[in-house]
Each structure stands twice: as C-alpha cells, then as structure tokens.
C-alpha cells in the first residue's frame, strides 16, 4: 500500500474542507477577515507538519481541530482577554461546549448556512454579497469570480476587501437572523448557492470541465434551505434546478476528463435517483413563475428525454421566452436562441444571436460558430470557433471549440457549448450548461 503524498493530500483536502473551516472559524472570532487570516496560518501548520509527521488518519478533522485552537490561542492574547473569553469560553473544552448549545439553540444549526446569510447581509451591495460568499464559501478564487462575472480581478478583489470591512466596521454578527428577518435575504442567498453550483457544473478555468464538490456543496445547502423555508417555492426551483443538473454528472466527462457534450452523452448514465428528486421539488415549488423553477422547467425537459430527438424544444424555446420576460439578460437571450435553433432550424436562431452583446463570453461566438456551420458558412464558423477558443479559460472548453474549428464542415451536427440547458439569471450572469 502507497503512503500518501503529504502535499497532495493536503491540497484535495483542503479545498473541500476550506469553506467549513472559515465558517466555523468565523462563528467563534465574530470576523471574516480574521478567520480567513486564521484559516491560512492552517494551512501553513499543515504544509510544515505533515511532510514530516505524515497525514494524519483524519485529516479534515486534523485542519478543523488545529484552526479552533488557533481561534482560543488569539483570543487570548487580546488586550480585552476577559471580555472575550465571556464570549467564547475559556478553554478549548469550554469552546467546544459553547459550539455544541449554540447548535442546539440554532433553528438551523449549520456554519455554512449561518456565514452565507451573514455575508448576504443586507449592509453590503449584491456584488460585494456574491464575491465574498464564494470566496469564502464557495471556495473560489479572485480570478475564477472575476471570469465568472465577466469582470476584472481587481474589481473582484476590491469588492471582497470592501465587503470584508463593512462587515467588521458595521459589526455584523455571524448568525443566521431571527425566521422573521431571513426571507428579505433569501433571494440573495439562493443566488450565492446557484452560483457555488454552477462553478462546480462548469467551471470557469482550470484543467477539469466540472468540480461535482462544489455542486454537492451547493445541492446540499440547497436542501438545509428547503427545509428552513418550505413554502417558498423558489427554494424548490433551486433545489429542483440543481438535482436535475446534476443528475448529467456522470455521463458529461469522458475518458480522461474529455467533456461530453448533451446530445452526444449516454443518457442511461445520467443519475435517475436525482432526477426522481429534482422532479419532485419542482412539483413542490408549484406554478410559479419564479426564475429557478422556470430554469428546473427547463431542465426537466431534457431529463425526461429518453434521447436527444425527442426532447421537447419548442417547451424549452417557450420556457426560455418566459424566462427572458422575468430576468432578462444576454445571456438568457443566448439559450433562447440554441432553443429556437433546434426547434425552428439555424437560421431563426442566427437572428437571435446577431443582436446579442456578450464581450469576453466566449460562449456566444460558440454557439454563433455552431449556427453558421449548420447554415454551411464554414469559413466564419471556424472563425467563430476559433475566437471562443481564444476567450475561454479552461483548457477543457477550449480543447472542445479548437477540435470544432478544425472539423466544421465535416458534418458535425453536436451544439458547440450551451444547450439550452439552463442560464445563470443575476445582474452579471453566466450561462451553466456546456452541452
């Protein structure tokens, strides 16, 4: 049996267990910022220790254990030692007591519930709640939001070293608000989740076309918001919208993480235990018109296709001509064109596209690329091919559009990376479903 390599241990486990660690950090030193700083002087304790003393049997544990007694360490040596151990005990042992109470006490009982809804607090602007939740939360980095929201990385930056101070200047506890307080901050909230999912779904660079942690991080916020809000129906279109999704899982990667397209995916993969579930939280979440139920309407149609030629897409063209009515965006607009493509032929489609403005989103001259080959205007789409080739940052997505550029006009008929499947509705949008 292979010992593990301390390092790469390290890194696997530290980017799924980054997020609660942060979380619980930051309910006991009431702080963001400090319990991300905490979170790092973590992960060089490890870096240094595990080489040498080899990984330990529970690592997650391990991090969780030594970011808590680095959490008690600083509090003591505070000038106001007294008055912070009348916050957070005065011992490791008397810490970990006052965690399990307050857990007992919390209607939810969850860190990572508890720091989303406190970094969607009403006292930062949306872009600085969405930037701070999937750093922290999601685990992203500054560059991975900045190319999900089509914005530079000192933009990004900026809004997270903002949304960081206003929290510690304003004071802001960590801790879910009173039932009667958390649905003015549920809408944002459930954006922070959809955008943590889409990252795991498609993610926006790197060598992997998906990061499935993230989504079942997402999947799983999702449900512990189902339950504390049952009769919101968009909790249900979330939930629905992310089960349904990531029902493809499975069959989207191919052999050495080669991306699958939708059409040419083996739908005898796809995962029928979260399509059953994802098909009843839309039933739950009822007739509304609401943007994650209209997106887990969409979704539906494709996941109760037994193939490609019998899905529904004069549905799904209509469900996205809702959709654009309640959250308009480009992006929106995007699907709605692969849509109509499919269901009233290239050249509809091509209109649609044509007036669109999306500057760096390399999926829209994608998908114009695909539309101008089946209209055998080759020469301009390998053109197109090529330009989304060159704006995409991850190497999987560009691999696909160089291979595209370089067989258009050989009788491919596979969309280029969106399939309609669904679009990311927020003020700066991103569309999820490469297929």
């Known amino acids: 049996m292979t010992t593990p390599d301390p390092r790469a241990a390290l890194e696997t486990v530290w980017r799924m267990e980054y997020p609660r660690i942060v979380a619980t950090l930051a309910r006991l030193v009431r702080d963001v910022g400090l319990a991300e700083e905490l979170a790092q002087d973590t992960l060089v304790i490890a870096l240094e220790q595990w080489p040498v003393t080899g990984v330990p049997a529970h690592p997650a544990s391990w991090l969780t254990a030594t970011a808590k007694h680095k959490a008690v360490d600083l509090l003591r040596r505070r000038s106001a030692y007294a008055a912070k151990l009348a916050e957070v005990g005065r011992s490791v042992s008397e810490v970990e007591d006052r965690d399990l109470a307050a857990e007992l006490d919390d209607y939810v009982g969850d860190d990572m519930l508890r720091l989303i809804f406190t970094t969607c607090h009403p006292v930062l602007p949306v872009p600085s709640r969405v930037a701070l939740t999937l750093r922290l939360l999601g685990g992203l980095s500054t560059a991975e939001i900045a190319r999900a929201y089509l914005v530079s990385e000192a933009t990004v930056s900026q809004r997270i070293l903002r949304a960081k101070r206003t929290l510690a200047e304003r004071r802001v506890p960590i801790e879910l608000p009173p039932p009667a307080q958390a649905s003015e901050r549920l809408a944002s909230v459930l954006e922070v989740v959809y955008l943590i999912f889409n990252e795991g779904y498609a993610a926006t660079a790197g060598e992997d076309w998906t990061r499935p942690a993230l989504c ?11 339950g504390l809000a049952p009769a919101e129906p968009e909790v249900h279109g979330l939930v629905a919208l992310m089960e349904l999704q990531a029902s493809r899982l499975p069959a989207r990667i191919g052999p050495g993480g080669a991306p699958i397209l939708l059409q040419d995916q083996d739908r005898r993969r796809w995962d029928r235990l979260l399509i059953r579930r994802g098909l009843a939280a839309l039933d739950r979440a009822g007739a509304t018109l609401g943007p994650y139920a209209l997106q887990a ?31 308009p965006s480009p992006v929106v ?4 064109a692969v849509a109509v493509g499919h269901a009233h032929g290239p050249a509809a489609a091509l209109a649609i596209v044509e007036g669109l403005e999306l500057p760096g989103y390399a999926l829209l001259p994608a998908v114009r690329g695909d539309l101008l080959e089946k209209l055998g205007r080759v020469a301009e789409a390998r053109e197109a091919f090529a330009h989304a080739a060159a704006l995409t940052h991850n190497a999987r997505e560009r691999d696909l559009f160089l291979a595209r550029a370089a067989d258009a006009g050989a009788g491919s008929t596979s969309d280029p990376a969106p399939s309609s499947g669904n679009a990311v509705v927020t003020s700066e949008p991103r569309l999820t479903d490469p297929a």
């Open 216 to 226: 079942v991080e997402a999947m799983r916020l999702g449900r512990v918001l189902a």
């Open 297 to 327: 309407a969409i979704a539906a149609c494709h996941a109760r296709a037994a193939s490609p030629q019998d899905t529904d897409w004069a549905r799904i063209a209509g469900l996205y001509g809702v959709l654009a009515v309640v959250s």
């Open 333 to 336: 607009e995007l699907n709605r």
